[in-house]
């Protein structure tokens, strides 16, 4: 089994790098920005420490790639941050020179695009954390006790945790444009819980992303783990604000399956499908069936390919809240006897 390098835990007080690898989100929405730091000085203690295309719009691939360099190389920093995700790291990721990384890992986090350097820091053995960007989990009039429980885990301790399923969810957002929204708290409502279906119980390290993320990786010919290397795998995958039809997360489990993938896997987590967006304004019934049927989907795509492995869909991961900063390379136990999942930060 693939063996992935210890990352060193954090202490309060510890300089983290902020980073826009992707859409350079504290230079559209400063006052959000200053709103994250607050929480992330407040909340956890940690001094950020900002780079040059943090703020920058429009920052090329090198400058980006420069920035992550420099964090990872500083020693002064513990970890990495992203600002929030886009849609163009496929462009320059897969140019990066892994030895900066591999000679000085350390926890990375972000989510959604933030999918790529995710990959290519597991390739190169090293974790991260599929989770936790500034704009959409600390910037928040007040954090979600849940997310904050699974950061701090995160950030500052080791071992084996038993995953839990919040009673309660949100996927409405609040404009950025409005700074008096900065003030307002987040509408959330009852969720569905854990949905379980497959006997077998599994254990492996992680491996997924947005599912957006995963369709550019194949399309574009990018490396992912080897097939040998998804012998060992538990697969999460996840779907972004882009609301992606049923039909079109279908297509990527195909795809996933049709490559070897899914045959090998040794089980699947999926994260609650963000459901509302300020273009796609759906019902509390238009989300529901939502929902239902990208579950209905994924299953029916799994099971063309592997009918015996478990598949635990709607876990807060991904891009609703509350959420868990899920380890990305970690090992993780799916107890399908007790219903119970285990990950270890």
């Given at each position: 089994?693939?063996?992935?390098?210890?990352?060193?835990?954090?202490?309060?007080?510890?300089?983290v790098?902020?980073?826009?690898?992707?859409?350079?989100?504290?230079?559209?929405?400063?006052?959000?920005?200053?709103?994250?730091?607050?929480?992330?000085r407040?909340?956890?203690?940690?001094?950020?420490?900002?780079?040059?295309?943090?703020?920058k719009?429009?920052?090329?691939?090198?400058?980006?790639?420069?920035?992550?360099?420099?964090?990872?190389?500083?020693?002064?920093?513990?970890?990495?941050?992203?600002?929030?995700?886009?849609?163009?790291?496929?462009?320059?990721?897969k140019?990066l020179p892994p030895?900066?990384?591999?000679?000085?890992?350390?926890?990375?986090?972000?989510?959604?695009?933030?999918?790529?350097?995710?990959?290519?820091?597991?390739l190169?053995?090293i974790?991260?954390?599929?989770?936790?960007a500034?704009?959409?989990?600390?910037?928040?009039?007040?954090?979600?006790?849940m997310?904050?429980?699974?950061?701090n885990?995160?950030?500052f301790?080791?071992?084996?945790?038993?995953?839990?399923?919040?009673?309660?969810?949100?996927?409405?957002?609040?404009s950025?444009?409005?700074?008096?929204?900065l003030?307002?708290?987040?509408?959330?409502e009852?969720?569905?819980?854990?949905?379980?279906?497959?006997?077998?119980?599994?254990?492996?390290i992680?491996?997924?992303?947005?599912?957006?993320s995963i369709?550019?990786?194949l399309?574009?010919?990018?490396?992912i783990?080897?097939l040998?290397?998804?012998?060992?795998?538990?697969?999460?995958?996840?779907?972004?604000?882009?609301?992606?039809?049923?039909?079109?997360?279908?297509?990527?489990?195909?795809?996933?399956?049709?490559?070897?993938i899914l045959e090998?896997?040794k089980?699947?987590l999926?994260?609650r499908?963000?459901?509302?967006?300020?273009?796609?304004?759906k019902?509390t019934?238009?989300?529901?069936?939502?929902?239902?049927?990208?579950?209905?989907?994924?299953?029916?795509a799994?099971r063309r390919?592997?009918?015996?492995?478990?598949v635990?869909?709607?876990?807060?991961?991904g891009?609703?809240n509350?959420?868990?900063?899920?380890?990305?390379?970690?090992?993780?136990?799916?107890?399908s006897?007790?219903?119970?999942?285990?990950?270890?930060?």
């Amino acid at each position: 089994m693939k063996s992935m390098i210890p990352l060193t835990k954090l202490k309060k007080g510890d300089k983290v790098a902020l980073l826009s690898p992707s859409f350079a989100a504290p230079g559209q929405w400063p006052l959000v920005y200053e709103l994250g730091l607050k929480n992330l000085r407040d909340v956890f203690g940690l001094e950020p420490i900002e780079f040059p295309t943090t703020k920058k719009l429009g920052a090329s691939g090198e400058e980006r790639s420069k920035d992550l360099i420099d964090a990872f190389e500083n020693k002064e920093i513990k970890a990495v941050i992203t600002s929030l995700g886009g849609d163009d790291q496929v462009t320059y990721v897969k140019n990066l020179p892994p030895e900066p990384f591999i000679k000085n890992p350390k926890p990375f986090f972000g989510f959604s695009d933030n999918t790529h350097l995710a990959n290519f820091l597991w390739l190169n053995n090293i974790p991260s954390y599929y989770g936790g960007a500034l704009f959409t989990q600390f910037a928040l009039k007040n954090m979600d006790a849940m997310t904050v429980k699974y950061l701090n885990y995160a950030l500052f301790e080791s071992g084996e945790r038993e995953l839990e399923a919040s009673p309660i969810y949100n996927d409405i957002g609040l404009s950025w444009n409005d700074s008096e929204n900065l003030d307002k708290d987040r509408l959330y409502e009852p969720n569905d819980g854990w949905i379980w279906n497959g006997e077998n119980s599994a254990e492996g390290i992680s491996w997924g992303g947005c599912v957006e993320s995963i369709d550019e990786l194949l399309r574009h010919s990018i490396q992912i783990p080897s097939l040998e290397d998804f012998e060992n795998v538990i697969l999460f995958t996840e779907s972004s604000e882009e609301i992606p039809s049923a039909d079109y997360v279908f297509r990527i489990y195909r795809a996933l399956g049709e490559s070897g993938i899914l045959e090998r896997v040794k089980g699947i987590l999926v994260g609650r499908p963000k459901a509302w967006e300020f273009d796609n304004q759906k019902s509390t019934e238009q989300k529901k069936e939502y929902r239902e049927k990208q579950r209905e989907t994924i299953l029916r795509a799994v099971r063309r390919y592997n009918k015996n492995i478990p598949v635990v869909q709607n876990l807060d991961f991904g891009h609703t809240n509350p959420q868990i900063a899920l380890p990305y390379g970690g090992r993780i136990r799916i107890d399908s006897d007790t219903h119970k999942i285990f990950v270890t930060f």
